[in-house]
């Protein structure tokens, strides 16, 4: 089988109230684009029916639809990694199976990499989710962008392209944490970002609580700077500077006005201020050795249980 010129990566967990939604928009919305593609769903570990009724719908397309079913569940980006190891299209696109971004736009995600582009993301148009979860985004979007030089406008939404070289560049990586549009944004060299719509969940709940989120972005700032160890740094001399300061004119009060014992806490308070930052410094600098460990333990980040294609598409 000649290589299709569109692969479509979807990710898979506990999707089984929605699949049937996903294919009844999706392989139309493909088919009129007319162009060679194909679909790779990754089920991630799904402890519903998932993977059964993806072997179905592989039945029924077998033509333009390939499974990968891991052994586990091993997280979302590690589900898309293996889509980008399997597929052989030189424009990637990755989609989530929930329907929030409509498969109708991956049209003009294509239209735009056929102009040149190496890597193509998505800014999701009045945003259907909560004020909070909206508030949060732009906050740590704008945290990110001041701490490394990554400006992706709305790292949240999932529809991107990318463009063969940059899939190629991202498959040589190693890294066991990686945040792939992130990383997709330093491989390429003619990168850019478009509207498309949003739409409510078609079924299910969300994967990602606050906490996961919250992760996710400190794994994004840790895995492409060093500023959050820098600032650190420079606000631990800065502060040890100040509490010097503070210590010498405690001294000379001291001598002038003599012993007060209203000044106890006041200096709990300073010591308490100073323990936090330290923790908090050892959370930092822990989470850089943490990550440093699983690096070098050299593990498989994950592990493929079967494959479902036909024999012709090697």
Do not use: W
């Not at 993806?54 to 889509?83: C, K, S, W, Y």
């Not at 989710?129 to 406008?153: G, K, P, V, Y």
């Not at 392209?161 to 330093?186: H, M, Q, W």
């Amino acid at each position: 089988m000649s290589r299709p010129e569109l692969s479509i990566v979807i990710p898979i967990y506990n999707e089984e109230a929605g699949l049937s939604a996903l294919f009844a928009r999706l392989y139309p919305a493909l088919d009129a684009l007319d162009t060679s593609y194909e679909i790779i769903f990754v089920n991630d570990g799904s402890r519903d029916r998932s993977a059964a009724i993806l072997r179905e719908q592989f039945q029924a397309r077998p033509d333009v639809t390939r499974v990968i079913l891991f052994a586990a569940n091993f997280g979302q980006h590690m589900a898309i990694m293996a889509g980008f190891e399997q597929c052989r299209g030189e424009i990637v696109v990755t989609l989530d199976a929930d329907l929030q971004n409509p498969p109708e736009e991956i049209g003009n995600l294509v239209a735009r990499m056929r102009e040149g582009y190496d890597y193509v993301g998505s800014i999701r148009r009045r945003r259907q989710d909560s004020f909070f979860r909206r508030t949060a985004s732009r906050f740590i979007n704008r945290l990110r962008e001041r701490t490394t030089r990554i400006h992706i406008t709305d790292q949240g939404c999932m529809l991107r392209a990318y463009g063969r070289k940059v899939v190629d560049a991202i498959n040589s990586c190693r890294e066991v944490n990686a945040f792939i549009p992130a990383l997709a944004y330093t491989f390429a060299q003619r990168p850019t970002e478009i509207e498309v719509g949003h739409e409510e969940r078609a079924a299910g709940a969300s994967k990602y609580s606050f906490y996961s989120l919250l992760r996710l972005n400190f794994d994004l700032m840790t895995g492409f700077s060093l500023v959050p160890l820098q600032m650190f740094s420079l606000g631990g001399m800065v502060i040890a500077l100040l509490s010097a300061l503070f210590v010498a004119y405690l001294a000379i009060r001291r001598l002038i006005v003599g012993p007060e014992a209203e000044g106890v806490f006041t200096l709990f308070g300073i010591a308490f201020f100073l323990i936090g930052i330290l923790l908090f410094g050892l959370g930092l600098v822990g989470e850089y050795v943490g990550r440093i460990y699983q690096q070098v333990r050299r593990r498989p980040r994950y592990l493929v249980d079967a494959i479902i294609e036909r024999d012709d598409q090697e």
